[in-house]
């Protein structure tokens, strides 16, 4: 248990204080999983596999990773606790921020419900430079550190990396994203009340259609401003 400043070598710059639960979970998950302990912080001893001593092992290092990387105050919450797992899930029930719905209209309520709890958006600024590039590579890389990311919303635009991607046609990107995306993700609107699958529409890009529509079926028929649905936008655009 750490009681204020930490050394260089620890897993974090600043122990959990109950103020910097964002931060501080970004970097313990990144040290976790540098370490290739993240597995036990996922899985509880249930569930792991016949390994059980290797696992002990595995869980104990990470566990007291978690407990150093803790003031005395937050500390104290976990300090009967003995799965790391447990352990993790416990800080993150008392310090996550919650989304906070303010008086909306349904569509942005919804958009609202979609993003990453505690969504700090600057968090997210190298994914957005890496759609913005053009550059798959990195922007999975950060996707599999931050998998809630793919809902985030830039700062300025308030863009999806999907609506990002589809608005430069950035069509392998597009594809791969709409991998890793559900159904539900893709009926997410941009300020302007259009879905990727609109704005795709209006681009005249039918690979990136074909690939949204093989996805969700359901966001054809979603309207947008002017009660346009995709198929109609394109078809007044003659595209």
């Given at each position: 248990m750490a009681t204020g400043a930490v050394s260089a070598d620890a897993a974090v710059v600043e122990v959990l204080n109950g103020r910097n639960y964002l931060d501080w979970s970004v970097l313990v998950k990144t040290y976790l999983l540098a370490q290739d302990l993240w597995d036990v912080v996922e899985e509880d001893e249930e569930e792991a596999?016949?390994?059980?001593?290797?696992?002990?092992?595995k869980n104990a290092t990470a566990l007291h990773t978690i407990q150093i990387s803790c003031g005395r105050d937050t500390f104290s919450l976990i300090r009967d606790t003995t799965s790391a797992k447990r352990?993790?899930?416990?800080?993150?029930?008392?310090?996550?921020?919650?989304?906070?719905?303010?008086?909306?209209?349904?569509?942005?309520?919804?958009?609202?419900i979609k993003q990453p709890p505690g969504c700090d958006k600057s968090l997210y600024k190298?994914?957005?430079?890496?759609?913005?590039?053009?550059?798959?590579?990195?922007?999975?890389?950060f996707l599999t550190l931050h998998p809630d990311a793919i809902r985030?919303?830039?700062?300025?635009?308030?863009?999806?990396?999907?609506?990002?991607?589809?608005?430069?046609?950035?069509?392998?990107?597009?594809?791969?994203?709409?991998?890793?995306?559900?159904?539900?993700?893709l009926e997410i609107t941009d300020n302007n009340g259009r879905t990727v699958l609109a704005l795709a529409a209006s681009r005249g890009n039918i690979k990136m259609v074909e690939c949204m529509v093989r996805k969700s079926k359901k966001i054809l028929s979603i309207a947008i401003n002017q009660n346009l649905t995709p198929i109609v936008l394109a078809a007044s655009n003659e595209r």
């Open positions: 596999d016949d390994k059980f001593k290797a696992w002990r092992k352990a993790w899930d416990t800080l993150a029930e008392k310090f996550k921020q919650k989304p906070f719905l303010p008086s909306k209209s349904p569509v942005q309520i919804l958009n609202l190298p994914l957005f430079d890496a759609v913005s590039r053009g550059d798959w590579n990195e922007a999975k890389e985030a919303r830039h700062s300025y635009s308030n863009k999806t990396a999907l609506c990002m991607a589809t608005d430069l046609e950035h069509e392998h990107i597009v594809e791969e994203l709409v991998q890793l995306m559900s159904e539900e993700d």
